[in-house]
């Protein structure tokens, strides 16, 4: 039996201000209800609304690669758990970046082998901050003869936006979209 949303989503009609908070939220154009997360997030507008530059900041930016964005993004949700975010990331971002459903369970298993070195490099990255929320001097070293020091931060804060994100969706234990990839524990 599946545990209940903690959190209810803020449901359709939704006030005028809600309903332009949550169209900033989802992508241009977007032709899908918003997102469970975003709606959860709705309930305390205020703090959406200091949430959303942050959160656009990082999936708009163009000082990391977005490769390297999505991966540190999978593998991060996916420490945490947080499939919810991982399926919404496999499905919508990864296949942008060359990044296949086999790959991205490959990625929520640490399964890296397959993965080249610049890829393992932000995989390494995220275990880490995970593990120790450090960076060891070997890895430190290893990022600085790949990448500037702007792109290193900027690896680092979407490490703790996501993990922030996966705090959220596991307190309010949301249920996957519909149309989003399905965890790896629910098709083993």
Known sequence: MKAPTRIPPVEPPYD?????????????????EPLTLFRVLAQHPELMSR????????????????RE????ILRTTALNG???EWGV???????SVDITEEDARAIAAG?????????????????ELHATSRVSDELWAELETTHTLPQMIELIATAGWYRLLSYVINAAQLEPEP??????AASA
Do not use: N
């Open 16 to 32: 005028p201000e809600t309903e332009q908070m949550l169209k900033k939220w989802m992508p241009p154009g977007a032709d899908v």
């Open 51 to 66: 949430m959303r530059p942050l959160g656009a900041g990082i999936l708009g930016s163009t000082t990391v690669q977005p």
């Open 69 to 72: 964005r999505e991966l540190m």
């Open 82 to 84: 947080a499939y919810y």
């Open 89 to 95: 990331h496999a499905t919508a971002f990864g296949p």
């Open 111 to 127: 399964d890296f082998e397959t993965f080249d070195e610049a890829d393992q490099v932000v995989l390494r990255l995220a275990d």
């Open 179 to 184: 149309w989003a990839t399905a965890s790896p």
